[in-house]
């Protein structure tokens, strides 16, 4: 299989050579500076793109719009913890990104349970190579 090795990510590293199931760890993260993404999620829901189906499938799951997913991105980055960063790829043939990852844990209500819990997040993102666009690679319930 023939792997495409572009980078979309603002990250100037090289991509793996070959895809596959394992993720390729990035050493020295986080990659992007907080107060980047930011401005970016500040720059409103043009700037932010749901980037692979697996994401645009998990915020359909959590019954979000683009608006409530800069949100919980900008609690994760404030308020929750950096995990790690990896090489991520678009699709099983590339394009490539660099991501970071955060957890994020917040109480909601949960109508279900008629009751208050702990609810894990987890997002992963990248800048895009211009520095003008937040790829989502990831925005998932733990």
Do not use: F
């Not at 404030?78 to 490539?96: A, D, F």
């Not at 819990?117 to 997002?123: A, G, L, N, S, W």
Request: hydrophobic share 35%; proline share 4%.
């Amino acid at each position: 299989m023939v792997n495409n090795t572009t980078n979309v990510s603002a990250y100037s590293g090289q991509p793996p050579s070959e895809a596959g199931n394992k993720r390729i760890h990035i050493e020295g993260g986080p990659l992007y500076a907080v107060t980047d993404v930011l401005s970016l999620l500040d720059a409103g829901d043009e700037q932010t793109v749901l980037w692979t189906r697996k994401c645009v499938a998990n915020v359909q799951q959590l019954a979000y719009d683009i608006s409530d997913v800069r949100a919980l991105l900008k609690q994760a980055l404030t308020g929750g913890q950096y995990l790690k960063s990896e090489w991520c790829v678009q699709k099983p043939t590339g394009p490539w990104a660099a991501c970071d990852s955060y957890r994020l844990q917040r109480t909601e209500w949960i109508e279900r349970a008629h009751k208050e819990m702990h609810i894990e997040y987890y997002v992963k993102y990248a800048i895009g190579k211009t520095g003008k666009l937040l790829l989502l690679v990831s925005c998932h319930i733990s």
